[in-house]
C-alpha cells in the first residue's frame, strides 16, 4: 500500500509499473484501477530467518530472482528503467546489484535495517533512538538517507482540511483490517462498561473483520456510536476526533497527520521499538502489547483520555511537530526525485 502511495504521487507524468508476486484479485484491481501496469514475478520462497522474522534470500536466490525480473521488463521494453523502488523484506544488496544493469537509480525502503543495501536512497519513515545512524553500515557512502517520520508515506486524503471541528469527547477506534485478535470488540466492552462516562465513537474494521454481526449488535449498546465496515474515509473520523484507540505501525503517522491522540495497544514486535519511543516522547499513550493489555487498562486510558481532553491535545500536538515538514501530498515522491536527480 504505501507503494501504490508513492506510485500515485508518480502519476500521470511518469510510467509506473509494479513488479510484485500474484496479488489478491482485489489488490491487483486497485492497482489497475489506477493506472499501473503489474508484472507478475515468481514467488519467493523463504530465505534464512533474520532479525524481525522476515525471511531474507540469499545471494543465489537473490540474483535468480532479479534475473526473472528483468527477462520480465525486457519483454515489456527494452529501455532502461529510470528508478527501481524496492519495498521488500527478503530482498537486500545482492538482488539490487543485479538490478543495477536494468537501472539508473535504486530507491529502497525499510524499517528493519538488519540488511545489506545497494541503493541510491534509502526511506525508513520510522523513529527510533538512533534513527539517525540505523544505516551508517548498511547502505553505500553515496546513499542518500530519508529517515524519520518527516518521510512518512500518507494517502492524499491526510493533507486535506479536516471536514468539521474536532469534538474532545469522541472517540475513534480502528485495529487495521483484519483485526485477527478482535481488540476491536474487546475496545467496544470496555466503553460498554463506562456508562457513566458521555461520549461518541466511531467504531471501524475492515471488510476482512471476521466478526461484524457480533460486534454490530455490541455497537448497538453505545448510545452515540457508529459502525464503519471498509471504511473509505478513515482520515475525516482521524480529523473529527480528540483521542483513536489503536495499533502501531504505519497508523502513527496517519494520527500525527491528522492531529488526534492516540491510545496504542501493540499488535507485533515490530511495532514495539518505534511505540515506546513515541510514547516516551509523549507523543501517545502506549498501553503494552496485545497479550499483556487488560480491559482495566483500557478502561483507565479512556477515562484519561475524556476527563483530560487537553492533556490528549498536547500528546498530539507533539506527534504533529515529528510530521510538519511533510506539508503536502508529494512531498516524499519529490524529494526522492530531487534527490537522485541532483
Excluded at 9 to 36: D, E, K, M, N, Y
Excluded at 310 to 322: D, F, G, T
Aim: proline share 4%.
Amino acid at each position: 500500500m504505501r507503494c501504490l502511495t508513492l506510485a500515485t504521487q508518480l502519476l500521470p507524468l511518469h510510467s509506473v509499473t509494479f513488479l510484485c508476486c500474484a496479488l489478491p484479485s482485489t489488490l491487483q484491481q486497485q492497482i489497475q484501477r489506477a493506472g499501473i501496469t503489474t508484472l507478475t514475478t515468481p514467488s519467493l520462497r523463504k530465505g534464512e530467518r533474520a532479525g524481525n522474522g522476515s525471511a531474507v534470500l540469499n545471494e543465489a536466490e537473490q540474483a535468480s530472482h532479479a534475473a526473472h525480473c528483468i527477462a520480465l521488463l525486457d519483454d515489456m521494453n527494452d529501455e532502461p528503467i529510470d528508478m527501481l523502488i524496492v519495498d521488500h523484506y527478503q530482498l537486500s544488496a545482492s538482488f539490487s546489484k543485479v538490478m543495477r544493469s536494468r537501472c539508473k537509480h535504486i530507491v529502497v525502503i525499510d524499517d528493519l535495517a538488519n540488511r545489506q543495501h545497494d541503493c541510491d536512497v534509502i526511506l525508513d519513515q520510522n523513529l527510533f533512538e538512533d534513527f539517525e545512524f540505523r544505516y551508517d553500515l548498511l547502505v553505500p557512502p553515496h546513499c542518500q538517507k530519508l529517515l524519520g517520520p518527516e518521510f512518512a508515506i500518507l494517502r492524499n486524503e491526510f493533507y486535506r482540511s479536516p471536514p468539521m471541528p474536532r469534538n474532545d469527547n469522541h472517540i475513534l477506534v480502528c485495529f487495521g483490517g483484519s483485526d485477527p485478535g478482535n481488540l476491536t470488540e474487546r475496545v467496544v466492552d470496555v466503553l460498554i462498561e463506562l456508562k457513566s462516562l458521555t461520549f461518541s465513537a466511531d467504531i471501524v474494521v475492515g471488510a476482512a473483520y471476521s466478526g461484524v454481526s457480533a460486534l454490530k449488535a455490541k455497537v448497538e449498546r453505545l448510545p452515540n456510536a457508529k459502525l464503519h465496515v471498509a471504511c473509505g474515509h478513515i482520515s475525516e473520523l482521524m480529523k473529527a476526533a480528540n483521542t483513536m484507540i489503536g495499533a502501531g505501525g504505519s497508523m502513527h503517522w496517519e494520527r500525527a497527520a491528522s492531529g488526534v491522540a492516540g491510545i496504542i495497544i501493540t499488535l507485533a514486535d515490530n511495532q514495539v521499538e518505534t511505540t515506546r519511543c513515541l510514547h516516551e516522547r509523549h507523543c501517545c499513550l502506549w498501553l503494552g502489547a496485545c497479550d499483556e493489555v487488560t480491559n482495566e487498562d483500557i478502561s483507565k486510558a479512556v477515562e484519561f483520555a475524556i476527563n483530560s481532553p487537553q492533556e490528549m491535545r498536547k500528546l498530539a500536538n507533539n506527534a504533529v511537530s515529528l510530521v510538519s515538514a511533510n506539508k503536502n501530498p508529494s512531498f516524499v515522491m519529490d524529494t526522492i526525485l530531487n534527490t537522485v536527480t541532483r
